[in-house]
């Protein structure tokens, strides 16, 4: 069974950092075959697309996020990061990792002005 797991959410006041893990477990020697992203949901909001990156390791991001955010992939750990720096209050929101069809639960992120 795959799971998703997100660690690394917390506070952090605007202008700061947040590093971002989603550990994939159940997914065999088959992770580095996917692409995989975040996405994140504020509050009131439809979840949103943030973060893409490709098995080889191309990356795509959100206009919203491109410059600040940094998307990477560790394939022997079966984890991917998101290096989250300059935040702004906008950014806060719960961040989901995906692969293929399965989700993590979130983690939050708050960013105080």
């Known amino acids: 069974q795959v799971q998703l797991v997100e660690s690394g959410g917390g506070l952090v006041q605007a202008g700061g950092s947040l590093r971002l893990s989603c550990a994939a477990s159940?997914?065999?020697?088959?992770?580095?075959?996917?692409?995989v992203g975040w996405y994140r949901q504020a509050p009131g909001k439809q979840r949103e697309y943030v973060a893409l990156?490709?098995?080889?390791?191309?990356?795509m991001y959100a206009e919203s996020v491109k410059g600040r955010f940094t998307i990477s992939r560790d394939d022997a750990k079966n984890t991917m990061y998101l290096q989250m720096n300059s935040q702004k209050p906008k950014d806060k929101a719960v961040y989901y990792c995906?692969?293929?069809?399965?989700w993590g639960q979130g983690t939050q992120v708050t960013v105080s002005s």
């Open positions: 159940g997914v065999g020697n088959t992770f580095s075959m996917y692409a």
């Open positions: 990156i490709r098995s080889g390791g191309t990356t």
């Open positions: 995906s692969r293929a069809r399965y």
